[in-house]
């Protein structure tokens, strides 16, 4: 097997594993935080946004600067320095007792995060230019998948082995991924040649990147993905109980519910990802924003948990097509030399939406219609970023440096 197609399964797998476990306690922590006292609907629904999105918050602040360093230091550097790190906090949030220890921990794993930006730097720098879009669907619906079907996961384990066992497993799987990438993942990367360049600021790198039309669009585009995807996710457990009762299945069904898009989106990324190496990525790109807009609008609608299932399975589709296009098209548009800070910005950006999400569509939910008004706002949105993305995508490419 060629070189870059080894380091695509090893990241893949780390990929999936690594977004899964940050997203593996959303079915079961509103319940889990009933079993630690909580009693009040609205501050169960507060704490676990807060707690989910404590991760991102910290994440936010620290990938450009991990950004910086892959790119004098080497990108599989970072990638252990992050799995290996988040093996022991995931394996220590088993021993938390309150919900301030969970969100203190959650803030910790978020710091020393970066192994995403990382596998997409490394892989970028490994995969042909003409294998682009297929080496990063296959790659990001590894990260997509994670954190999809991490809810999924969690609620079955949550089911299975009780709650706090599921973080023990966690970190032992991130743990194995690091394994993994240490032994099996290959890096050509000339250090001395990387360490010679101009040291640059995250400001000033910022300041750089954000001079290229495209790039300001793309962030964007992953900023919304995540907001869009995340901002109902505290509240389907509630909402999965409206529409179908208390039974004891409850956690589970809000798990499939939760991770159904996942299934599509892995299906959908990689033949997304190869299909745009024919025909362009933006044109993958804006397809998928446009129909994913679409997608939202059957959610709002449906009357009865499959209902729901059914609508959320086919909106998965649209987004197995988003993040491999512009992860693609980010490798375009930037500046040799720069790809691992590009990423890191454009994580920051996915870890934004991540942190905002939860936190936005758990208070709108209370003056515009509770989730079916969340699925309108993310549709609005999405129609608005279509929008914006045709418009730079459109312009005259930007030269590379």
């Known amino acids: 097997m060629e ?11 780390g990929q999936f594993l690594v977004m899964s476990g940050m997203t593996m306690i959303m079915p079961f922590l ?6 630690l006292g909580m009693t009040n609907e609205h501050e169960i629904a507060i704490w676990a946004s ?11 602040l620290a990938q450009p600067i991990w950004g910086g360093l892959a790119d004098r230091y080497g990108r599989k550097v970072m990638l252990l320095r992050s799995g290996f790190g988040m093996a022991v906090v995931m394996t220590l949030m088993g021993f938390a007792d309150s919900a301030w220890q969970l969100l203190l921990l959650r803030m910790v794993n978020g ?13 970028s720098a490994s995969a042909p230019r003409e294998r682009m879009g297929f080496a990063m669907g296959t790659l990001q619906s590894g990260g997509v998948a994670g954190t999809i079907l991490g809810p999924l996961m969690g609620g079955a384990m949550a089911e299975w082995i009780g709650y706090r066992p599921i973080f023990y497993v966690t970190g032992a799987l991130l743990f194995t991924a690091s394994v993994l990438a240490s032994l099996l993942v290959k890096e050509s990367f000339n250090k001395t040649k990387a360490q010679n360049q101009p040291r640059v600021s995250v400001l000033a790198g910022l300041k750089q990147l954000g001079k290229i039309p495209q790039l300001p669009a793309l962030f964007s585009i992953t900023f919304l993905i995540q907001f869009a995807v995340l901002s109902p996710m505290t509240l389907i457990p509630l909402f999965v109980q409206d529409l179908h009762g208390k039974t004891d ?9 939760g991770s159904v898009n996942g299934f599509s ?41 499959w209902q729901l299932i059914v609508a959320r399975f086919f909106f998965g589709m649209f987004i197995g097509g988003l993040l491999p296009s512009v992860n693609a098209l980010i490798r375009q548009y930037t500046p040799e030399g720069m790809e691992s800070r590009a990423y890191s910005f454009n994580t920051s950006t996915l870890s934004l939406g991540n942190m905002i999400g939860p936190l936005v569509g758990t208070t709108l939910s209370m003056w515009i219609g509770g989730i079916r008004g969340i699925f309108v706002l993310a549709a609005v949105l999405l129609f608005a970023n279509a929008i ?13 440096a």
């Not at 710091?111 to 892989?123: D, E, K, N, R, V």
């Not at 804006?286 to 059957?298: M, S, W």
């Not at 709002?300 to 948990?305: E, F, R, T, W, Y």
């Open 3 to 13: 070189r870059w197609k080894i380091n695509l399964a090893v990241l893949w797998i």
């Open 30 to 35: 509103p319940l889990y935080l009933q079993d």
């Open 50 to 60: 807060i707690i989910f999105a404590g991760n991102f918050v910290t994440s936010f």
């Open 111 to 123: 710091t020393i995060s970066g192994f995403a930006p990382a596998a997409i730097a490394l892989m």
């Open 249 to 257: 299945m409850l956690p589970l069904l809000a798990g499939l519910v």
């Open 265 to 305: 989106n892995v299906i959908a990324s990689p033949l997304l990802g190869r299909l745009g190496d024919k025909i362009g990525q933006q044109r993958i790109l804006l397809v998928c924003l446009i129909g994913a807009a679409f997608a939202f609008i059957p959610q709002a609608l449906v009357s009865n948990v």
């Open 388 to 400: 914006w993305a045709r418009k730079a995508l459109v312009a005259p490419k930007t030269e590379r």
